[in-house]
């Protein structure tokens, strides 16, 4: 039976493409209803879009697989945002306020667009966290109402290259895709897998990725700090193939004795590890490729990307997603770095989830993402039904998808919801700004009345006229 009503969201990972459809329960659980992937080796690096054509061709196969599934058109998409090019840049706007004025919403708005105008070479602005802003010389979370001659507002602006927003959003236009909405995918994941306790008091968040590690940091429930790491678990695999081995031996060899932790006493000299039937090798030397390198991760997202004021303030401890979060003693080794024991791994989201889909269901933190960007969605992504038997009398032989009406949401430009803007809702955004400077400089400047320029005009004219009508005398005198 076909499906009527669903939401459809795309990831677009280091290693695959991941398509999943749903729907949202009363009780506020997730109907996952298929779950399609491609291979995305040969398009996508590092989580960055690098070959348009086959990133499309990948897009058409998923919503093709999909279609079939749901036996329904599929009329738009969720699309989450990730891999290397994410990061965060912190910035601050400042406005000057005649004495007396009382903060209100307008002058707000006003500082949050003025930082979203941003220009950054190269870079486009995805989102902006509002960290907290300055009034006086007190910080404020919400400063509507207190009466100031001066407010600074701190941002955390979330940006991508220029070269990737623009190549994904063609790789969409060329498998003629529509997107419903395009979300920041960290900023998903963790709304789908941190508890608002981690989010206040303060936490790590760890995404484990085939080729990036993302690492977000969040505290009183703002997003703090955002950074996408070009290592991942791909790299201890071929790290493993210096061992003379094939990557896909060496990808088993890791998921089944991978440890990222190892006392020095649990090894033994002469241990050794089946390759295939005829060769071994050497226990020892596994462990050391494997735990160095989880070492070096590890070391780069607690040393290179933790800000130096939020490391004493984790009081929510680290939690670990992804697949990498899948490696025995993956909690020993953080410990032993960062000094941390209030480690959790998130293996699926908050919400509960129904599937028969075996990925979904094995929990290992494969899927959050995902289905993250699904708990998003909220705008019905189903077209018309597909018909079983074409009609003789249908010229292309399909039934033509029917248009949902999509309406028009307010952006909240408080929450840190991760929610990026369209290339047109850009261009409307920055044609109103070009414009609203055009009518400002238009604008007459008239004398301020009873002013000292205004004195000064009439005292000249005055002046003329005094000796004009003296002269008019003289001239009848004589």
């Not at 965060?88 to 209100?104: A, D, F, H, M």
């Not at 060899?253 to 990222?260: E, H, L, Q």
Request: proline letters at 3%.
């Amino acid at each position: 039976m076909a499906a009527k009503e669903f939401i459809v969201a795309i990831e677009l990972g280091s290693s695959k493409i991941t398509g999943i459809a749903g729907r949202k329960n009363m009780d506020g659980s997730l109907q996952v209803l298929a779950v399609v992937k491609e291979d995305a080796t040969s398009c996508i690096r590092k989580g960055v879009v690098y070959n348009i054509d086959k990133t499309s061709a990948c897009l058409v196969n998923i919503i093709k697989k999909m279609k079939s599934l749901l036996k329904s058109e599929i009329s738009q998409v969720y699309v989450g945002v990730g891999g290397q090019s994410i990061r965060s840049i912190r910035n601050s706007s400042v406005k000057t306020l005649p004495e007396g004025t009382i903060i209100s919403t307008d002058i707000v708005n006003e500082l949050m667009d003025n930082n979203r105008c941003t220009q950054y070479p190269d870079l486009e602005i995805l989102d902006a966290a509002t960290q907290e802003f300055k009034v006086g010389t007190l910080y404020q979370i919400e400063p509507v109402g207190v009466q100031s001659d001066k407010i600074e507002g701190n941002f955390l602006n979330i940006v991508c290259r220029k070269a990737f927003y623009r190549s994904l959003n063609k790789c969409f236009e060329k498998a003629n895709i529509m997107i419903a909405e395009m979300y920041i995918a960290p900023i998903a994941l963790a709304h789908s897998v941190l508890t608002d306790d981690e989010r206040r008091c303060g936490c790590l968040l760890v995404d484990l990725g085939a080729d990036t590690t993302t690492v977000s940091v969040y505290y009183k429930k703002i997003l703090r700090h955002l950074a996408v790491i070009p290592i991942g678990g791909n790299s201890i695999t071929k790290d493993i193939t210096s061992l003379q081995m094939e990557e896909n031996e060496a990808e088993e060899m890791k998921v089944k004795y991978g440890t990222a932790f190892i006392e020095d006493t649990e090894i033994e000299t002469e241990e050794t590890l089946p390759v295939n039937a005829e060769r071994s090798v050497s226990a020892k030397a596994f462990n050391e490729l494997v735990e160095s390198r989880v070492n070096e991760i590890i070391h780069n997202v607690w040393l290179g990307q933790v800000p130096l004021e939020y490391k004493d303030k984790l009081m929510g401890g680290i939690i670990l997603t992804g697949g990498g979060s899948k490696m025995k003693e993956i909690k020993k080794a953080f410990t032993a770095i960062t000094d941390i024991h209030k480690i959790r791994i998130a293996g699926t989201v908050n919400t509960k989830v129904f599937s028969t889909d075996k990925d979904i269901n094995a929990n290992d933190g494969t899927m959050c993402t995902a289905l993250g960007l699904l708990a998003k969605g909220d705008i019905n992504c189903a077209g018309s039904v597909i018909k079983p038997t074409p009609d003789l009398f249908d010229i292309d032989r399909r039934t033509n998808s029917t248009v949902v009406d999509v309406p028009t949401k307010k952006i909240n430009t408080l929450d840190d919801g991760g929610r990026v803007e369209s290339p047109e809702e850009k261009r409307i955004r920055d044609e109103k700004r070009i414009q609203d400077k055009k009518v400002i400089q238009e604008e007459p400047k008239d004398p301020p009345k009873g002013g000292w320029f205004s004195r000064g005009i009439k005292f000249v004219q005055d002046f003329a006229t005094r000796i004009i009508s003296a002269e008019n005398e003289d001239y009848t005198n004589h």
